[in-house]
C-alpha cells in the first residue's frame, strides 16, 4: 500500500466558505492567522464581493497589528473598493488617527484618492476629526487639493457644517 495523498480540493461552496472566513479574520484583526494565511499563498489583495480588500476590512475596523501584518506582506493601499474608498480615506472618516498615523507610516501617500479625488484630509475635515486633520496637515497634506467635484477640505467641511476643522483650514488661509 502506498502513502500517497491527493491533493486538498475544494467544491465552490467550501471555498466561498474559506473566503469568508478569511475576511471575517481581516474584521476581527486577527493578524496571527492572517500572517499565516498570507506565507501560505493567500493573495495579500483579496477582496470580497463589495471589493473590500483584506487591508480595507483591517483597517476600516481598527486593527493597527493587522494592517501591518498585511502591509509588510505585502497588500496594497492604494486598491479602493467598489464604493471608491481607499482604507486611508476610511480611517479618516471614522476618525481612528492610529490607524491613519500606520498607514502614513508605511509609505500611503497623504493626498492619497480614489477615483472620486477625496483625500483623507478631505474626509476627516467633512467629520469634523481635528486631530487628524492637524496630523494630516503636518504630515504635508495639500488643503487646495479639490475631489472630481471641484470642493477642497474647507469646501467640504464647510459644506457639512463641520466648524472646528473649518476654522482649522480657514486659519491657514490666513
Known amino acids: 500500500m ?7 480540493s475544494m467544491n465552490d461552496d ?6 469568508e472566513e478569511v ?14 494565511l498570507l506565507d501560505k499563498g493567500l493573495p495579500a489583495n483579496l477582496r470580497n464581493h463589495k471589493g473590500d480588500s483584506l487591508l480595507m476590512l483591517a483597517a476600516y475596523h481598527g486593527h ?4 501591518q501584518t498585511l502591509l509588510e506582506k505585502g497588500a ?7 464604493n ?18 500606520v498607514l502614513i507610516e508605511h509609505g500611503v ?6 477615483a472620486d479625488g477625496r483625500t483623507a484630509l478631505m474626509m476627516a475635515a467633512m467629520f469634523n476629526r481635528t486631530a487628524i486633520v492637524d ?20 469646501d467640504a467641511a464647510l459644506a457639512m457644517g463641520a466648524s472646528d476643522t473649518a476654522a482649522q483650514l480657514q486659519a491657514l488661509r490666513g
Request: glycine share 8%; aromatic share 4%; hydrophobic share 50%.
Open 135 to 154: 496630523y494630516l496637515l503636518a504630515k504635508g497634506a495639500d488643503p487646495l487639493h479639490q475631489d472630481a467635484k471641484g470642493m477642497s477640505a474647507l
Open 64 to 67: 493597527v497589528e493587522a494592517v
Open 84 to 101: 471608491g474608498q481607499l482604507p486611508l480615506a476610511g480611517s479618516a472618516f471614522k476618525g481612528d488617527l492610529a490607524m491613519v498615523q
Open 23 to 36: 475576511f471575517d479574520r481581516a474584521r476581527q484583526g486577527d493578524a496571527v492567522m492572517l500572517g499565516r
Open 14 to 19: 467550501e471555498a466561498a466558505a474559506f473566503a
Open 109 to 114: 501617500p497623504v493626498d492619497a484618492s480614489a
Open 76 to 82: 496594497d493601499p492604494l486598491i479602493a473598493n467598489d
Open 2 to 8: 502506498s502513502d500517497q495523498r491527493s491533493p486538498v
